[in-house]
Nanobody, 123 residues
Framework: QVQLVESGGGSVQTGGSLRLSCAAS????????MGWFRQAPGKEREFVAA???????AYTDSVKGRFTISRDNAKNTVYLQMNSLKPEDTAVYYC?????????????????WGQGTQVTVSS
């Protein structure tokens, strides 16, 4: 069992920045693969970024160069630094973990999910 709690969402203007955090508990965090997904109103949940236990990273094309995923194993926390935000980044952002320890991009590869945090970017 893994419990995930996201924080750091909010409202910003176009071009602004936010840093999301996801605190994990319940299993050896350092061996988990961690991912960030998002879901906009009326749309399916989609992959944003992921990091493996070896710190290999993966990003969806639309956020490359703007978002950075990182992890701090001492704090059992994964981060998503989001810069140059655009209105199309508006969504609920979810943190997820996988026991394989990989930087997976498919939703079905993840075992546990957080409750989500809202990010709103206004023009």
């Amino acid at each position: 069992q893994v419990q995930l709690v996201e924080s750091g969402g909010g409202s910003v203007q176009t071009g602004g920045s936010l840093r999301l955090s996801c605190a994990a508990s319940g299993r050896t965090f350092s061996r988990l693969g961690m991912g960030w997904f998002r879901q906009a109103p009326g749309k399916e949940r989609e992959f944003v970024a992921a990091i493996s236990w070896l710190t290999t990273t993966a990003y969806t094309d639309s956020v490359k160069g703007r978002f950075t995923i990182s992890r701090d194993n001492a704090k059992n926390t994964v981060y998503l630094q989001m810069n140059s935000l655009k209105p199309e980044d508006t969504a609920v952002y979810y943190c997820a973990s996988n026991r394989a320890g990989a930087a997976h991009s498919r939703l079905t590869d993840y075992d546990y999910w957080g409750q989500g945090t809202q990010v709103t970017v206004s023009s």
